[in-house]
């Protein structure tokens, strides 16, 4: 057995971190992004710890982009850095209550395992948010949201390390700055941090949120509706309207709903007195899929690139789209809203 000074055992940890790190140069992402684009990054790496993260920082050089489950985002080209996606897994209970528990997650975990685990033990609030796409670290910097839920209502604690220094900072929920489809990690300090951990308040006796469309009416006849019952209710729905990629690649939703005022939505409404709307501090919000659906485009494709024709929110790659198509569809499904209503819809889905 060497003898090892504490720097040497220190030096010895990093370059073993180094060998184990999985590093792949040329690297095709076309199973790294849900909308099937095949392109390549020049390096990708993947890490398992905020140790083998901090030690890779030193040789990052050039552009640096951090996916998680590649399910938010629009490759238009190959990309010309690299690529890094965290593998960090595991569950950890740090606290727990007889209401509520404390469950710090992995960012590298698939999200809909995290709401598995969560519904297996009976803990509430993220079963309305089953089989949403990607991983726990994007749920905290997409505020991913469905059927009256959204992650901000469950996050605690966000961990990340800063990308250029390392340095590791823990966020607070109001210090993430959430809102719809929105947190500080998409504006203020997009691309700056890595998150690494995401820690979430799950209730033991939850009240179920069932008010979102047509939920209840799937549920209805059940008598003690649980967070069971709830979970597979919501992956009905969902499979009966929205893609699965592995069979029609897609990244969800493509554009975020409108918030307009009231006047304009008052305006609209009087010819379209049907027109589906949500109250929102702010104005009114109105589904981008009924305004993309009045305009003609649900179904309709230019090229290989789709509007779903089960829900006109979601582009969908009808098989070797290529990310031009995919953009011009964007584009012409934008300014046929804009003509049409004089609203403008923007994209959820990342452009890189
Ligand atoms: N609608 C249409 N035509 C369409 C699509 C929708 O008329 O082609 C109408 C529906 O009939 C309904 C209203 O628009 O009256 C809302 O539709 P839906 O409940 O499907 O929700 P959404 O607003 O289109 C949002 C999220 C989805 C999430 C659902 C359910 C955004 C950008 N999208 O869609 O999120 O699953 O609510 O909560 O907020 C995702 O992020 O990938 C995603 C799918």
Redesign the pocket.
């Known amino acids: 057995m060497p003898d090892c000074s504490q720097s040497d055992v220190g030096i010895l940890l990093s370059v073993c971190l180094l060998i184990l790190m999985k590093k792949y140069h040329n690297y095709n992402l076309l199973n790294n992004n849900t909308f099937g684009m095949n392109v390549c990054a020049d390096t990708f790496i993947e890490y398992e710890s905020e140790e083998e993260l901090i030690n890779i920082i030193p040789q990052l050089c050039g552009d640096v982009l951090h996916i998680g489950g590649g399910?938010?985002l629009l490759f238009q080209s190959d990309y010309n850095g690299t690529v890094l996606h965290s593998g960090i897994k595991g569950y950890e209970i740090v606290d727990e209550t007889a209401d509520d528990v404390l469950v710090r997650v992995g960012a590298g975990v698939v999200w809909d395992d995290f709401v598995a685990y969560a519904v297996e033990r009976g803990w509430g609030g993220v079963e309305?948010l089953s089989i949403?796409?990607g991983e726990v670290g994007a749920s905290a910097v997409?505020n991913?949201?469905?059927?009256?839920s959204e992650a901000k209502d469950v996050i605690v604690l966000v961990e990340a390390i800063e990308l250029t220094s390392g340095i590791k900072r823990c966020f607070g929920n109001v210090e993430c700055d959430f809102s719809?489809?929105h947190s500080i990690f998409k504006d203020q300090l997009k691309g700056k941090y890595a998150v690494t951990y995401v820690t979430y308040r799950l209730k033991k006796n939850y009240e179920l949120k069932l008010d979102?469309?047509n939920l209840r009416s799937v549920l209805e006849g059940m008598e003690q509706i649980t967070i069971a019952d709830v979970r597979n209710a919501i992956i009905e729905?969902?499979n009966s309207?929205?893609p699965d990629p592995k069979v029609l690649g897609n990244?969800?939703?493509f554009?975020?709903?409108p918030v307009v005022d009231k006047e304009k939505f008052l305006e609209i409404q009087k010819d379209y007195p049907q027109m589906?709307f949500y109250e929102v501090s702010g104005g009114v919000?109105i589904?981008?899929?009924?305004l993309?659906?009045?305009c003609g485009w649900?179904g309709k494709s230019v090229g290989k690139a789709g509007v779903?024709e089960?829900?006109?929110?979601?582009i969908v790659n009808l098989g070797g789209a290529t990310p031009a198509e995919i953009a011009a569809l964007c584009e012409a499904v934008c300014k046929d809203v804009m003509d049409t209503f004089g609203i403008v819809i923007r994209p959820?889905v990342n452009f890189i």
């Open positions: 399910s938010n309305n949403v796409p997409q991913i949201g469905a059927y009256g719809y489809r979102y469309g729905i969902r309207k929205l990244a969800g939703s554009f975020m709903n589906p919000k589904p981008a899929g009924w993309i659906e009045q649900k779903y089960k829900q006109a929110l979601v959820e």
